[in-house]
């Protein structure tokens, strides 16, 4: 089957959500009855891929944070400045409709975001993902992202590692 063409957008408040099933309770909870306040509170930012009858076939989250220096592996602390914390973007959630699942479209939406985070004039030094469970962290892994010593279901991924396009 081939994945068919999605337009990348914001979510927007008029979208239908009820009908997104990734297959997971909480990431569809969330995306159905909580972000729409975590928007609106500016405390995350939420991008959906849409079909052309406007379905959403996939979203994820963006949203400021930060990470100890003591939670990151220690070869990577070493080339960094002294400071108590870096500065990160997390994704949040990432959640794919079960009926596109298996095309590419979780690693289309993970490319989107280092490009969004990559173009943004704001700095970080890295992308921060929390994996739900070992295939998801595998899935991160899989894409470059290091776990943390401490919370092996916390990855990251340098952004100085990431290809300019």
Same mark, same amino acid.
């Given at each position: 089957?081939?994945?068919?063409?999605?337009?990348?957008?914001?979510?927007?408040?008029?979208?239908?959500?009820?009908?997104?099933?990734?297959?997971?309770?909480? $990431?569809? &909870? %969330?995306?159905?009855?909580? !972000?729409?306040q975590d928007? #609106?509170?500016? =405390?995350?930012?939420? @991008?959906?891929?849409?079909?052309?009858?406007?379905?959403?076939?996939?979203?994820?989250?963006?949203?400021?944070?930060?990470?100890?220096?003591?939670?990151?592996?220690?070869?990577?602390?070493?080339? $960094?400045? &002294? %400071?108590?914390?870096?500065? !990160?973007?997390?994704?949040? #959630?990432?959640? =794919?409709?079960?009926? @596109?699942?298996?095309?590419?479209?979780?690693?289309?939406?993970?490319?989107?975001?280092?490009?969004?985070?990559?173009?943004?004039?704001?700095?970080?030094?890295?992308?921060?993902?929390?994996?739900?469970?070992?295939?998801?962290?595998r899935f991160?892994?899989?894409?470059?992202?290091?776990?943390?010593?401490?919370?092996?279901?916390?990855?990251?991924?340098?952004?100085?590692?990431?290809?300019?396009?």
């Amino acid at each position: 089957m081939r994945l068919p063409p999605f337009r990348l957008a914001l979510l927007d408040a008029s979208l239908e959500r009820t009908g997104f099933d990734s297959g997971s309770q909480a $990431l569809d &909870r %969330y995306f159905r009855e909580q !972000v729409s306040q975590d928007v #609106r509170r500016r =405390v995350a930012t939420c @991008f959906v891929a849409l079909t052309d009858d406007q379905r959403v076939a996939a979203y994820y989250t963006l949203a400021s944070a930060s990470v100890p220096l003591t939670a990151l592996p220690v070869d990577v602390v070493k080339k $960094l400045p &002294r %400071y108590r914390a870096v500065p !990160v973007v997390r994704m949040g #959630r990432l959640a =794919v409709d079960q009926v @596109f699942k298996g095309q590419g479209l979780g690693g289309a939406m993970l490319a989107d975001a280092l490009m969004r985070v990559m173009r943004s004039e704001i700095a970080a030094y890295a992308l921060l993902v929390d994996a739900k469970d070992e295939s998801a962290a595998r899935f991160y892994r899989h894409h470059g992202f290091i776990a943390l010593p401490e919370s092996p279901l916390t990855l990251f991924l340098p952004l100085a590692s990431v290809p300019r396009s």
